[in-house]
């Protein structure tokens, strides 16, 4: 192939001159892990994210940039990618925004963040942006790290063909001359800058793949005038990235039309893997000569040593994994029942004010139970956030996928799916939001369906009760079954994931190669790391925190109403008033509440539930339990105090509620809970998705109701299944 350099003369018939608008459209972009958003945050004066790991800027920022003369730009930070060759989300919003499609408008200069340290690698990125036609601005970082290895900016801007500035964004070195630089980018011409021409067996394939190209994508409507090389960069895009359409997840995050996917399945097979060769080729040309020496990496490879060790390294990964669960697991739980006291006593002082009534117990009950429904996930979320935030900005998380990605890839899980797993065995509706460090939607989407599997810390209560009440034996033998559960909890989750990325077609796709950056370790920028833990913290409340509120308030009323009694109900006001003691008032007030729910709305879907649940050994009044549980899995113990008129603040470790569930009778006097029965009933929730707050966060990060209703379904009957075939089988078996 022939290579042009980026001053070839042939180049000047592809220019374009555009005037500069009042306020010009900027865009950041750069690979993970090159200080591109510290760089945004000093050049906005923004609070976006700053990360040391790769992916996990998801959802790109904007803000103000003031360029010389006190002309306002529009900054947008986009995800960090490492090309434009678009697989995953943050690569299709890179592409997107560099580009101009998908409805963004075309940007009028592109900043790319090239690391000291890997131009090479980094400059990847901007081949590709200059081919597409942006007018681009190099801002060179890391020169710190670089030190005298750091390449000059000058050579690197007569190498590249566009102005190269170098920039420390924590001590603000070269910010105005990086946006003296982006001014005088704005005021130049475009042009597609092709550092190497297209061989004679690509040229044809460009062609017939160009005349494909949507109107609205061609430069001429992008950029308002004809520029074909740029028009043949994306041709060759296309021929570089589309696959056939298989309905699995790629397909979802690339928005293609049929046409241009149909003539790319045209052109012959294999891929021609000529473009990537030659930038490559291209740049391991050009760019060592203006490297001095290999930067100092001395530190970093000393600790990997340790870390990435077959065994220190595991010994190490596990010690840092045992802090975060313990944070997640045991710190928080004060924190958590503090808040959960709170309110509890907010709610009991406005009963004293506003007295007895409907509209007392729905701002009790419904509306003040329901937002410490929402804040009781607080502290483990803040935790959560606090821990990953501060191991990506020190670059361990990325350890962590690479020595995890050997164990998970055999079930078909990322490597850093390890995480999420391991926080939702605290709640799995912070491990749900953890899922946002993967790049591959189909990824997330897949952990995602597997983490509320993991015995979380709201089963606790249920397992408690049942083994305690139901289930014989001595305390080691009790303890045993209960890790059991979580070794079962484990299992399940692993092999789900296996099955379903083999069943379900939106999950099935080819595994990519495990590719992943381990960044050089540094210190965290801890007014980063608190402004990221507090961003996505209140993003929980903001969004999967109303969805929370409406349903536990639905479900308060469907546990509510309606309040009349049936005709054959004592009268429990002359009861009360007669009563001769506080004993005998307390119990026909609970035998009232247990009338009550019966009679609800809740009781009767208990009721009508019952023909399901009864293969599985439950009773009507299991059901009413499982209906409650829906708002929390702990909210079945006291909906089972309530039914059995032990009281609503019955826990699990009360005695009369366990004798109650021990001495239960049915009509033909037999016991209606057995050690069978406990243990089919452990099984159901280990497997149901008894959680609307979990649901609700689903529904958030995936953006419908297709993902949540799909979870909901196959657990329920998942654990219909199971509990079913557990109760069957130990009753052929004699254990009934």
Avoid at 120 to 137: D, F, K, N, S
Avoid at 160 to 187: N, P
Avoid at 530 to 557: D, H, P, Q
């Amino acid at each position: 192939m022939t290579q042009a350099s980026c001053h070839d003369p042939d180049l000047a018939r592809a220019m374009v001159r555009d005037p500069v608008p009042a306020r010009p459209r900027l865009v950041l972009a750069g690979n993970p892990n090159v200080g591109k958003t510290t760089l945004f945050n000093a050049l906005t004066g923004s609070s976006a994210k700053v990360s040391n790991y790769p992916g996990i800027t998801v959802e790109a920022a904007s803000g103000a940039l003031t360029l010389p003369g006190g002309r306002i730009a529009d900054l947008h930070d986009l995800p960090g990618t490492y090309s434009t060759n678009a697989r995953s989300a943050e690569e299709q919003i890179a592409l997107d925004a560099v580009v101009g499609l998908d409805g963004a408008p075309a940007p009028d200069a592109v900043i790319v963040c090239v690391d000291a340290t890997q131009v090479a690698r980094a400059a990847y990125l901007l081949l590709q942006c200059q081919e597409l036609g942006a007018r681009c601005v190099v801002a060179l970082t890391m020169v710190d790290e670089a030190g005298a290895a750091a390449p000059s900016a000058s050579a690197l801007t007569a190498v590249l063909g566009c102005e190269v500035v170098e920039v420390t964004a924590r001590t603000r070195r070269g910010l105005d001359e990086l946006r003296a630089a982006v001014d005088r980018t704005l005021r130049s011409e475009r042009r597609a800058i092709w550092h190497w021409q297209p061989g004679a067996a690509l040229r044809p394939r460009l062609d017939a793949v160009r005349e494909a190209l949507p109107a609205t994508w061609r430069a001429e409507a992008r950029y308002g005038a004809p520029l074909a090389a740029a028009d043949d960069a994306l041709a060759l895009w296309a021929l570089t990235c589309l696959e056939p359409r298989t309905g699995g997840p790629d397909d979802d995050e690339l928005e293609v039309p049929d046409a241009l996917r149909a003539a790319v399945a045209a052109e012959p097979a294999p891929r021609d893997e000529e473009a990537v060769l030659a930038r490559w080729a291209w740049l391991d040309r050009e760019i060592p000569p203006l490297v001095h020496r290999p930067p100092d990496r001395s530190r970093t490879e000393r600790i990997d040593r340790i870390l990435l060790h077959r065994v220190a390294g595991f010994a190490s990964f596990i010690a840092v994994m045992t802090v975060l669960f313990m944070s997640l697991f045991w710190w928080a739980a004060p924190v958590m029942d503090a808040i959960d006291q709170g309110f509890k006593w907010t709610g009991d002082q406005l009963h004293g004010v506003l007295g007895d009534g409907v509209f007392t117990d729905f701002l009790v009950q419904g509306v003040i139970g329901g937002v410490g429904a929402v804040m009781v996930f607080l502290p483990q979320i803040l935790l959560l956030f606090l821990f990953l935030g501060f191991l990506e900005d020190c670059g361990y998380l990325a350890r962590v996928a690479y020595l995890m990605d050997r164990i998970m890839r055999s079930m078909n899980l990322h490597g850093r799916a390890f995480v999420p797993m391991l926080s939702s065995f605290a709640c799995a509706v912070p491990a749900i939001l953890a899922t946002r460090t993967m790049e591959r939607r189909r990824d997330r989407i897949l952990t995602m369906m597997v983490v509320p599997l993991m015995t979380c810390s709201a089963r606790l209560p249920v397992y408690t009760l049942v083994i305690g009440a139901l289930i014989p034996g001595s305390r080691w033998v009790q303890g045993l079954l209960m890790v059991g559960m979580y070794l079962f909890s484990v299992v399940t989750a692993l092999v789900a994931a296996w099955v379903m990325s083999k069943t379900v077609k939106p999950l099935k796709a080819k595994r990519l190669p495990f590719v992943i950056e381990l960044p050089p370790y540094r210190w965290p920028r801890f007014g980063g790391v608190l402004r990221m833990m507090w961003g996505k913290s209140s993003m929980f409340l903001r969004e999967a925190g109303t969805v929370i509120l409406a349903c536990s308030i639905a479900l308060w009323a469907l546990l509510y109403f309606p309040r009349n009694l049936p005709e054959s109900a004592p009268d429990y006001d002359a009861l009360v008033a007669h009563a001769p003691d506080k004993d005998a008032k307390d119990a026909a007030l609970a035998d009232q509440q247990a009338r009550q729910l019966e009679n609800s709305y809740g009781g009767r879907l208990g009721h009508a539930i019952e023909p399901a649940i009864r293969p599985l050994g439950f009773d009507w009044k299991i059901g009413v339990g499982i209906v409650g549980a829906f708002a929390a899995r702990e909210v079945f113990v006291s909906t089972l105090g309530i039914v059995y008129a032990v009281g609503s603040d019955a826990d699990e470790r009360s005695e009369p509620l366990r004798t109650a569930l021990h001495d239960a009778r049915g009509s033909d006097g037999k016991r209606s809970y057995t050690p069978l029965v406990g243990l089919s009933l452990m099984i159901f929730f280990a497997l149901a998705c008894q959680c609307m707050s979990t649901l609700a966060v689903v529904r958030r990060e995936t953006g419908g109701l297709r993902w949540p209703v799909f979870l909901f379904s196959y657990m329920t009957v998942l654990a219909w299944i199971t509990s079913f075939c557990v109760y069957q089988g130990g009753r052929l078996l004699g254990f009934g």
